[in-house]
């Protein structure tokens, strides 16, 4: 089966496919298949945006499209995050280190309250596969630190400053394997696999 995954973020699409890339399934990127497409993510929660993904770039694949939304809630900005998460503070169009800059001098104001939560949701849309898409949602609970511990990940710069609760290091800072079990996105993306496993 081909499957398009619905982003051009080089750094979410790497980290799907640390999950994904076993399977016997032909994957492709927004930018593999040249679509430039702007979906405009409108919906009031992640599974709402993921599905919008899903749905209107399957009409441009043509192909069983992975739609994906992600996001943190930062306890002591309540509201100001989640689902608006890149497009807040810096701006959408600012470079990872300008957007992460801004995010952690906003967080100096709260020094003892950095706690937060990473929550992926993904949608699997293939109306010629299944009669209804699936969701799967992964979610890490952890902390903020107060400066970057680790390099910066293009397309995903808040994994150089989260600690899950389970680990002692970075997102960015643990190996492979021990990101993809306890991610937010890895927990979404593990579940996703299952389920395609299924169709096989």
């Given at each position: 089966?081909?499957?398009?995954?619905?982003?051009?973020?080089?750094g979410k699409f790497t980290e799907m496919m640390e999950v994904l890339g076993d399977l016997p399934h032909q994957f492709f990127s927004l930018n593999d298949l040249n679509i430039t497409l702007d979906v405009d993510e409108a919906g009031l929660t992640y599974a709402e945006n993921a599905l919008?993904?899903?749905?209107?770039?399957?009409?441009?694949?043509?192909?069983?499209?992975?739609?994906?939304?992600?996001?943190?809630?930062?306890?002591?900005?309540?509201?100001?995050?989640?689902?608006?998460?890149?497009?807040?503070?810096?701006?959408?169009?600012?470079?990872?280190?300008?957007?992460?800059?801004?995010?952690?001098?906003?967080?100096?104001?709260?020094?003892?309250?950095?706690?937060?939560?990473?929550?992926?949701?993904?949608?699997?849309?293939?109306?010629?596969?299944?009669?209804?898409?699936?969701?799967?949602?992964?979610?890490?609970?952890?902390?903020?630190?107060?400066?970057?511990?680790?390099?910066?990940?293009?397309?995903?710069?808040?994994?150089?400053?989260?600690?899950?609760?389970?680990?002692?290091?970075?997102?960015?800072?643990?190996?492979?394997?021990?990101?993809?079990?306890?991610?937010?996105?890895?927990?979404?993306?593990?579940?996703?696999?299952?389920?395609?496993?299924?169709?096989?």
């Amino acid at each position: 089966m081909e499957i398009l995954i619905a982003t051009t973020n080089k750094g979410k699409f790497t980290e799907m496919m640390e999950v994904l890339g076993d399977l016997p399934h032909q994957f492709f990127s927004l930018n593999d298949l040249n679509i430039t497409l702007d979906v405009d993510e409108a919906g009031l929660t992640y599974a709402e945006n993921a599905l919008l993904k899903a749905e209107q770039y399957y009409e441009v694949g043509n192909m069983p499209t992975i739609g994906e939304d992600s996001g943190i809630v930062v306890d002591a900005l309540a509201g100001e995050l989640g689902i608006h998460t890149r497009r807040w503070g810096a701006g959408p169009k600012a470079s990872d280190a300008k957007w992460i800059e801004y995010f952690l001098n906003r967080m100096q104001e709260f020094p003892d309250n950095r706690t937060a939560s990473f929550i992926s949701t993904a949608v699997f849309y293939a109306p010629n596969h299944i009669p209804e898409h699936q969701t799967f949602i992964g979610e890490t609970k952890g902390r903020i630190t107060h400066q970057l511990e680790a390099p910066l990940v293009h397309g995903i710069p808040i994994s150089s400053c989260f600690i899950p609760n389970t680990a002692d290091k970075v997102y960015s800072a643990l190996t492979t394997a021990e990101k993809n079990q306890i991610s937010h996105r890895g927990k979404a993306m593990h579940q996703l696999k299952s389920f395609l496993c299924q169709l096989n």
